[in-house]
């Protein structure tokens, strides 16, 4: 049961222009939202994170905007650079899930120069 | 380095073995989490531990076993290794269970299964 999907497995985007990767999620009990980057022959690293008494975080060129009655989150990446090619993971927590994190699939960004 | 070292880095082995992987958190981290990636699919939780405890289990196969050891290293045992068994397993840490600022990942073993 994939309680965080991400419906995108790929996305390609000239750099300079917005990156908007998508996450959904089915368990409303989810109140902690995280996103991971992660490039090849590494392990995912911690990117931004939002929790849902918020429904906007940002940091720098990354944006995370969460919409809790659509159960979706998404993530902005503007302007967006080459160095950010890599696979992006969304990943939710919850107290009616130990707090355990749940990631999704993956979406594959590509900045072409 | 994130801190969390995982040996080895790759590791080639026939069907019907069993292999061990090893994780060494990241210092302080009381947490190890174990997680399959297999071809196409995302992160799949295997199963964690606290303290030397085990607290969750994910879709883990009753072929597969870990432990944590005193000094919190973790270790995750494969047997009767199957063709499918075939991904990149990653152990993370992070301080609690639970902890908001999510996890620290190692860069991942990659098993492949011939």
């Known amino acids: 049961d994939q309680q965080v999907k991400q419906n995108s497995p790929s996305l390609s985007v000239q750099e300079g222009r917005i990156s908007i990767l998508n996450c959904d999620y089915t368990n409303s009990m989810f109140d902690y939202f995280l996103w991971y980057k992660k490039y090849p022959a590494e392990g995912p690293t911690f990117l931004i994170s939002i929790s849902s008494i918020k429904d906007k975080n940002e940091d720098g060129r990354f944006t995370v905007f969460l919409n809790k009655s659509a159960k979706h989150l998404s993530l902005h990446i503007v302007p967006s650079q080459p160095g950010d090619s890599a696979v992006y993971f969304c990943?939710?927590?919850?107290?009616?899930?130990?707090?355990?994190?749940?990631f999704g699939t993956g979406t594959s960004l590509t900045v072409i120069p | 380095d994130s801190g969390v070292t995982q040996t080895p880095k790759h590791l080639i082995t026939a069907t019907g073995q069993r292999v061990t992987l090893r994780c060494s958190p990241r210092s302080g981290d009381l947490s190890v989490y174990w997680y399959q990636q297999s071809l196409d699919q995302g992160l799949q939780f295997l199963i964690q531990y606290y303290n030397g405890e085990e607290r969750a289990k994910g879709n883990i196969l009753e072929r597969f076993s870990a432990q944590q050891f005193p000094d919190l290293h973790s270790e995750l045992n494969l047997s009767s290794l199957e063709l499918g068994d075939s991904a990149l397993y990653f152990c993370?840490?992070?301080?609690?269970?639970?902890?908001?600022?999510?996890?620290?990942f190692g860069s991942g073993t990659r098993l492949t299964v011939v």
């Open positions: 993370a840490s992070s301080v609690a269970m639970g902890s908001g600022d999510g996890y620290t």
């Open positions: 990943a939710a927590s919850g107290r009616n899930t130990g707090n355990q994190f749940y």
